[in-house]
């Protein structure tokens, strides 16, 4: 490994992260990057939802979950682990959290996920958060700026098995499938 | 409808030139520098004025850096309106680019890292007496209009056999190449549909299948395009010593460059021609580009995953490939290395600009993700061609039963400058040429 030392995925790890979401500034194609944690990489993004609109943005749930019924590989490229969306009332308001985890660096692939996102029609669920860029589908830009602003950095992330990709869980599973298939075989 | 007659030709035409200058200017004065565009606009042919089969021994090409557009006496609200990465420079941008170490820009030359350049002229030529010709007229222009100076100049020449487009470590080039709607070219089998005219000319809808807004005022911007300019010397002496190390006959020296790159030096892709090359496919344009990787190649036996034109262009392995295509322009300068002869020292490599609508979303992307990110299929590799290289990574080449490595790979290229230009339509270099506003 040229980069950093392999990771120990038999060892469990907590990261502490400063405030700000990084530890050395890094610029990327739209302004800091944030680090690799134990468990990857990830966003919580925090908006107030426009009111009346928490029963429409439930919607999207079902939608999400349709699409992926349908097309399981739909959001293959975004390489995730997990996604979890959650509504929840501060006073009087709703706010909408989007919490992804995955093992690319969100700044690198942001274009991919708007169009994506655009492709299976699952976009227009960001049309209900306030201050949401109007003209997001042809500005790039405008769309990661929110999407920046309304990052709320971790300030602890742990993994009980460290730095593993979505990809090489897939693989140990592969390969432990066929290695208990080849073991029945033998019997 | 695309406005061929106001389109610079550059990204559109390509005429048969075997020469070219680059001359990178700086405007001392604003009023010098509109003076010196409003006498060069006339040489500048739209893409109405040269057809493939253009008669020209000539071809002129004016195009400005941000900085270069202030200095013209663009006014600030305008400036802010085009994109930051446009306005930050190529120089500014180099963590982003990868373009670090060795490749970083307070190593560039020609001045091309600093604020003081302004504009860049591209006169492609018919020949090289053409070319001495025209850089003769254009020194004295030049010292004609006040406040213009030459910062520094860069020949290109095709390097022989002359039939047929490649680089100094013998690579055929221009092999996929995107179309663009509305030209009515038509693409080669294999090169995908023709693209949106807004993904590489601001003015019209995209891939999106909408028109992004345009920097204003809009007679500036439309009918623009961004160009990144990098001037990359060959290290033509480590590569014959790399494939030499790695490959003990000269047939497995070829097929240690073709994993490198992806296709044989001849041109004939892996992914059809994977064990011996074959130069019949290599020059075929109506085969030698038919191929894509998810059925054809997933694991990448044949073609490495890491090798560059799977880096470069993932064709069905990837999402959204049609909002990262670019236009590649330029040639080689320096002169050749013959077979045989070791490294001396000369710089030589390519000098090319890529064309796009978006600087941060196609030409910035590749570099930071496809050229440079080690993260890139979790390969742990950087492109090895074109990607910042120092020795500590390798190049994974899968195979069968157990895939092998390239160790180490040293540095095949280094980037000597580059530079964020505009490169604006017709209408819009008189609409500078004429700016009343004198700074």
Not at chain 2, 93 to 115: F, K, Q, Y
């Amino acid at each position: 490994m040229a980069t950093t030392p392999t990771p120990d995925w038999t060892k469990p790890a907590a990261m502490a992260i400063p405030k700000e979401g990084y530890f050395k500034l890094e610029k990327g194609r739209y302004g800091p990057i944030f680090p690799k944690t134990p468990a990857c990489y990830g966003f919580s993004i925090l908006a107030k939802i426009k009111p009346g609109t928490e029963e429409k943005i439930r919607e999207y749930g079902k939608k999400v979950e349709k699409t992926i019924a349908e097309l399981p590989d739909a959001l293959a490229v975004l390489d995730l682990h997990y996604l979890r969306w959650i509504l929840f009332d501060i006073g009087k308001d709703t706010y909408f959290m989007y919490q992804g985890i995955f093992d690319t660096d969100f700044d690198k692939y942001t274009e991919d996920a708007v169009a994506l996102f655009g492709k299976y029609g699952i976009n227009t669920v960001f049309e209900h958060l306030e201050g949401f860029p109007a003209d997001w589908k042809t500005n790039a830009p405008a769309f990661v700026k929110f999407v920046r602003e309304h990052q709320c950095p971790s300030f602890l992330e742990y993994a009980e098995y460290p730095y593993v990709s979505a990809g090489e869980i897939k693989k140990a599973l592969r390969l432990k499938a066929a290695f208990s298939q080849m073991l029945d075989l033998m019997q | 409808m695309l406005e061929f007659d106001d389109i610079q030709y550059f990204l559109i035409s390509r005429p048969r030139a075997l020469a070219a200058r680059y001359e990178f200017l700086t405007f001392r004065q604003p009023a010098g520098g509109r003076a010196w565009l409003m006498g060069i606009i006339e040489k500048v042919r739209s893409a109405k004025g040269v057809g493939s089969n253009n008669a020209d021994s000539r071809w002129v090409t004016v195009a400005f850096t941000w900085n270069g557009l202030q200095a013209l006496g663009v006014d600030e609200a305008s400036l802010a309106t085009f994109p930051e990465e446009f306005r930050q420079g190529m120089a500014a941008r180099a963590e982003i680019l990868g373009t670090t170490g060795a490749n970083h820009p307070d190593h560039w030359v020609g001045g091309l890292a600093s604020p003081d350049l302004h504009a860049i002229v591209v006169l492609f030529a018919r020949d090289v007496a053409e070319r001495e010709r025209c850089a003769r007229e254009h020194k004295e222009y030049v010292s004609q209009c006040a406040g213009v100076e030459g910062l520094s100049s860069l020949d290109l020449e095709a390097i022989p056999p002359f039939d047929y487009a490649h680089e100094h470590f013998g690579y055929r080039d221009r092999l996929s190449v995107p179309v663009i709607e509305g030209t009515g070219e038509v693409p080669t089998p294999g090169s995908g549909a023709p693209i949106k005219a807004g993904e590489f000319f601001l003015g019209y809808p995209d891939e999106t299948g909408l028109q992004p807004a345009l920097p204003q005022p809009e007679i500036l911007s439309r009918n623009g395009s961004y160009l990144a300019y990098f001037r990359l010397q060959e290290h033509v002496g480590t590569f014959r010593d790399f494939l030499r190390q790695h490959g003990k006959t000269p047939e497995e020296q070829e097929l240690v460059a073709a994993k490198l790159m992806g296709r044989w030096r001849s041109g004939a892709p892996l992914v059809l021609a994977p064990k011996k090359d074959d130069p019949e496919l290599g020059k075929n344009m109506q085969r030698n580009n038919d191929f894509n990787y998810a059925t054809m190649d997933p694991h990448g036996y044949a073609c490495p995953v890491g090798s560059h034109i799977r880096r470069m262009n993932l064709r069905d392995t990837a999402e959204n490939m049609e909002r990262r295509r670019m236009i590649r322009r330029g040639g080689t300068y320096g002169p050749p290395l013959p077979e045989g002869v070791p490294e001396d020292g000369v710089e030589r490599g390519i000098a090319a600009f890529i064309g796009c609508a978006s600087l941060v979303r196609q030409f910035e992307f590749a570099m930071n993700v496809w050229v440079n990110d080690p993260n890139f299929m979790e390969l742990d590799e950087r492109d090895p061609i074109f990607g910042t290289q120092d020795g500590t990574y390798d190049m994974t080449i899968p195979k069968r039963p157990i895939r092998m490595k390239f160790k180490g790979l040293p540095a095949f290229t280094t980037v000597r400058g580059g530079a964020y230009f505009f490169l604006p339509g017709l209408k819009a270099l008189r609409y500078l040429a004429t700016l009343a506003k004198d700074a």
